[in-house]
T-cell receptor, first 115, second 113 residues
């Protein structure tokens, strides 16, 4: 009965590789997000999709590409991985409220280590 | 633009004592305010939120927070802290007519037995 799930939980890879992280929510929410948490625990929004439409695209290298095949899924693909990409990546989802959105619920995170 | 400040990196309290974690925000328009908690190697868990109405909001695990518009603050409180409350706490703000949630830098709470 997991609400927001991410796979994999841990990802260790070499510089230059391409990798994907998957996120699924079974809450029926319209909006999904990707966040990056750096080594100092600072959380920054990367992307958001609402009903499969990209609505937030922060200043993120274009090596990062989100894909939302349907409302319940938001995947993150990263090309040509760099050492600085090492972080914990969190997926989140939120229901609609007043034409926008309400509380965000987070997945357990994916710890990416680039060697 | 919107931002959140959590002025204390760390808060240390003895078990049974009151716990306060401070948060101030800056946002144009009406704010939605949130508190989340992160236990080690875990995701963020929602604690409570202020959308509108009563300035004092109650949340999970006995936590509460008071919205103060004049001071642009949303401090998190618990009357009697437990060792199990030791975690990283994040305050976050969102404009009511937006999707973007901005987080503070986090405050590490340590409750000693």
């Amino acid at each position: 009965d997991t609400a927001v799930s991410q796979t994999p939980k841990y990802l260790v890879t070499q510089m230059g590789n391409d990798k994907s992280i998957k996120c699924e929510q079974n809450l029926g929410h319209d909006t999904m997000y990707w966040y990056k948490q750096d080594s100092k625990k600072f959380l920054k929004i990367m992307f958001s999709y609402n009903n499969k439409e990209l609505i937030i695209n922060e200043t993120v290298p274009n090596r990062f590409s989100p894909k939302s095949p349907d409302k319940a899924h938001l995947n993150l693909h990263i090309n040509s991985l760099e050492l600085g990409d090492s972080a914990v990546y969190f997926c989140a989802s939120s229901p609609p409220r007043g034409g926008f959105t309400d509380t965000q619920y987070f997945g357990p995170g994916t710890r990416l280590t680039v060697l | 633009a919107q931002s959140v400040a959590q002025p204390e990196d760390q808060v240390n309290v003895a078990e049974g004592n009151p716990l306060t974690v401070k948060c101030t925000y800056s946002v144009s328009g009406n704010p939605y305010l949130f508190w989340y908690v992160q236990y080690p190697n875990r995701g963020l868990q929602f604690l409570l939120k202020y959308i509108t109405g009563d300035n004092l909001v109650k949340g999970s695990y006995g936590f509460e927070a008071e919205f103060n518009k004049s001071q642009t603050s949303f401090h998190l409180k618990k009357p009697s802290a437990l060792v199990s409350d030791s975690a990283l706490y994040f305050c976050a703000v969102q404009r009511s007519n937006d999707y973007k949630l901005s987080f503070g830098a986090g405050t590490t709470v340590t409750v000693r037995a």
